[in-house]
T-cell receptor, first 115, second 114 residues
Framework: NAGVTQTPKFQVLKTGQSMTLQCAQDMNHEYMSWYRQDPGMGLRLIHYSVGAGITDQGEVPNGYNVSRSTTEDFPLRLLSAAPSQTSVYFC??????????????FGPGTRLTVL | AQSVAQPEDQVNVAEGNPLTVKCTYSVSGNPYLFWYVQYPNRGLQFLLKYITGDNLVKGSYGFEAEFNKSQTSFHLKKPSALVSDSALYFCAVRDGNYGQNFVFGPGTRLSVLP
């Protein structure tokens, strides 16, 4: 299993540009999430999905869109990038259901800089 | 709302000495607590979790954590530190407001000195 994969690893955007961060998992996990990591703030939840066709907002959803058309993929879209979105983005997945005991598995991250 | 505090930004320890990385939490309901480690330019790796039962939880790479309900703490420990343990450590608690997702602490950077 490759686990959770993310592309690209690095990206530089100009203010106002759009892009999609890709995330895929091959563990047949129902649950997928996007977090952003900023220095001194830990990770904060952007959006999440409990299964194909179902998404919901997390703590910091503004400026980001998501969709979940398949179990495997969960892309994150920045429609009009802003310097405040400079961060490291992590995708995560877990088995699903209503269990609070499941471990989340994280991808390697995408480092995004918005100029 | 759930919250996690890691009171130390940085912990320095000599190789071979015991290490402790501190975590305190605030939750409504049952605490489901996790520790993750992040090596430079890598994603987060799961170390261990407390769900219920024994207050001493053993995890990967020789790490363990002690759950203390009265002190609302979940400190990460290792009896003998290695230089390769140097990394960023995150404590996290399940956030009931967002399903299975976590509230993370700000992280503690551990440096093990040879």
């Amino acid at each position: 299993n490759a686990g959770v994969t993310q592309t690209p690893k690095f990206q530089v955007l100009k203010t106002g540009q759009s892009m999609t961060l890709q995330c895929a998992q091959d563990m047949n996990h129902e649950y997928m999430s996007w977090y952003r990591q900023d220095p001194g703030m830990g990770l904060r939840l952007i959006h999440y999905s409990v299964g194909a066709g179902i998404t919901d907002q997390g703590e910091v959803p503004n400026g980001y869109n998501v969709s979940r058309s398949t179990t495997e993929d969960f892309p994150l879209r920045l429609l009009s990038a802003a310097p405040s979105q400079t961060s490291v983005y992590f995708c995560a997945s877990s088995y699903g259901g209503s269990s609070y005991t499941d471990t989340q598995y994280f991808g390697p991250g995408t480092r995004l800089t918005v100029l | 709302a759930q919250s996690v505090a890691q009171p130390e930004d940085q912990v320095n320890v000599a190789e071979g000495n015991p290490l402790t990385v501190k975590c305190t939490y605030s939750v409504s309901g049952n605490p489901y607590l996790f520790w993750y480690v992040q090596y430079p330019n890598r994603g987060l790796q799961f170390l261990l979790k407390y769900i219920t039962g024994d207050n001493l939880v053993k995890g990967s790479y020789g790490f363990e954590a002690e759950f203390n309900k009265s002190q609302t703490s979940f400190h990460l420990k290792k009896p003998s530190a290695l230089v390769s343990d140097s990394a960023l450590y995150f404590c996290a608690v399940r956030d009931g407001n967002y399903g299975q997702n976590f509230v993370f602490g700000p992280g503690t950077r551990l440096s093990v000195l040879p």
